[in-house]
């Protein structure tokens, strides 16, 4: 039998043509960890899978590799970027958190001081939205080759940030209800809490169909997602439960000051309860998914060249179980 390293792009199918007169080889020649054991992969055939977990070994290039590199160009500032996309998840869902924890507080200690118009804890919301939207930034151009139209949209997202904040911190300055011992009610509320309610749903709304187009490009670059791994909890399904909340606001101002319309108050507050809590599990949802890709996204990609050198069949070119995590 002929030394492996005798062979020749023509004898063996273990080449195969890249560019005239370059064989390109099917087994890893440089070092490179599996993307789901961190086994290493080197001297293996790209055609097979991992021999520890038996993850394929494209969904390994994929993670490294630009997976669509016409449309996909290289990240400028990978760090920065996951940085900022983290950012935004986060602070969005700590934002909600506290919307969250201002209406338990009220169940619980209504006389507390920082539920007080424009209180510390009801003055959180607003100032984590901000910081929200100053991660957001980092959606508007993430990386060359996306659509003009998509940076548009992007830029105009984050710019409505700013009104978001304002609405959330009259919010904060309008006194909650404070409830008597043993009462209890869902009805939305009208008048200018029920008018904020539904500015915020629509500011929100909009933030996030305009900001979906890039974060969707930006989601395809993970291999997690083409793994399934990652929940694929979409942007428009999330902004889909917003419209409940506005629904909901909606039938609490036109039912504010009227004993006739009781119903459609507690329909409305039902609504906006429902609402609420798809949109946080939503959120929470957009986080995990943000916070397993942050490392795909700042990681520099590796080009072909890097993974796919020529076939060595060397004692040390063989894979080795001792890959460093």
Partial sequence: MADDADRTPGSDPAFAPSTPGFPLALELGGDLPCVRCRYNLKGLSIRGACPECGTPMRATLLAVVDPRASEL??????????????LWALAALAATICEWSVRLLTFVDSSHASLEP???????????TLLSGIGAVALIRPHPGLARSGHVMAAIGAGLYLPLTA??????????????????TIAARGGVEGLLGVAQSLLMMGILL?????????????????AGMVDRQTMRAVAATLSMCMVGHLLGVLAAGSTSMELPAMIGGALVGI??????????GITIDCLRMRRVIASPPLSPADLLGPARTRAADRPSREWSR
């Fill in 118 to 128: 424009g209180g510390m804890v009801r003055l959180l919301s607003p100032a984590l």
């Fill in 275 to 284: 609402g609420n809590v798809l949109f946080f599990m939503g959120v929470a």
């Fill in 73 to 86: 160009q290289p990240i400028e500032h990978p760090r920065l970027v996951a940085a900022g996309v983290v």
């Fill in 167 to 184: 609405v959330l911190g009259l919010k904060a300055h309008v006194p909650l209800p404070m409830p008597s011992p043993g009462e209890w």
């Fill in 210 to 226: 305009l900001l979906r187009p890039n974060a969707r490009r930006l989601a395809a670059r993970s291999i997690l997602m083409r």
